[in-house]
């Protein structure tokens, strides 16, 4: 497979709907280069969301090991140091946050799409997400209060974390039929060897 077919999924939270951001946050990803390959609108199922979220075996103890460093590296003692107890809260939380309203899920292609991405949309935790990231630039939100308020962290986005997190929510979240192939002109700029097409 050539880097310049490289997938990932994104989808704007229903707070990134709410806060009227669909078309900024595409933009970010559009102007860098990335084509779009299919999007629609849809209201989740609970179902959906769950299965969504554990489809790697592995991210139940990651999401709370991460939660726990958080706490940490923050000098604050964790609400548990189990993370499959913290996670449980997470889905359940998340479960609510992402059946709230429409969602806009997202198929977007190009070289390295799944890791800049991740680096345009930013961090988890709004409050530490880098400035110029999506999440740093147009949300606020942290662990402390999303612990206080037990709820989800509202972060506008998801974004598949790894080529191999993508595969899998790609086919969960799209059949093969919604998915466009087609070229952009501008591919040619970004990806050929001879650029001998430009001059008259
Ligand atoms: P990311 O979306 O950055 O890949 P994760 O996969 O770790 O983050 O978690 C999925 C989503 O669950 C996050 O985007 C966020 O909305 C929510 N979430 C994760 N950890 C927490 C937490 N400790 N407290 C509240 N919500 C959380
Ligand atoms: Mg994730």
Request: aromatic share 8%.
């Amino acid at each position: 497979m050539h880097p310049k077919q490289e997938r990932t999924l994104v989808i704007i939270k229903p707070d990134g709907v709410q806060r009227t951001l669909i078309g900024e946050i595409i933009k970010r990803y559009e102007r860098v280069g990335f084509k779009l390959v299919a999007i629609k609108m849809l209201i989740p199922s609970l179902e959906h969301i769950e299965k969504h979220y554990t489809l790697d075996p592995n991210w139940r103890r990651i999401t709370g090991e991460k939660t726990i460093n958080g706490y940490k590296n923050k000098g604050l003692t964790p609400p548990s140091e189990d993370p499959y107890e913290i996670t449980a809260v997470i889905l359940k939380n998340l479960k609510t946050y992402m059946t709230s309203g429409p969602v806009i899920a997202m198929i977007w292609q190009g070289a390295h799409v799944v890791q800049i991405i991740r680096k345009l949309t930013g961090g988890t935790e709004p409050l530490t997400s880098d400035i110029g990231s999506i999440r740093g630039d147009f949300v606020l939100d942290s662990y402390q209060m999303t612990d206080a308020d037990g709820r989800a962290i509202r972060n506008l986005i998801h974004a598949s974390g790894t080529i191999e997190e993508a595969e899998a929510e790609i086919n969960h979240w799209f059949t093969k039929e919604e998915i466009i192939n087609y070229h952009l002109v501008q591919e040619q700029i970004l990806y050929d060897v001879n650029l001998d097409g430009i001059k008259e």
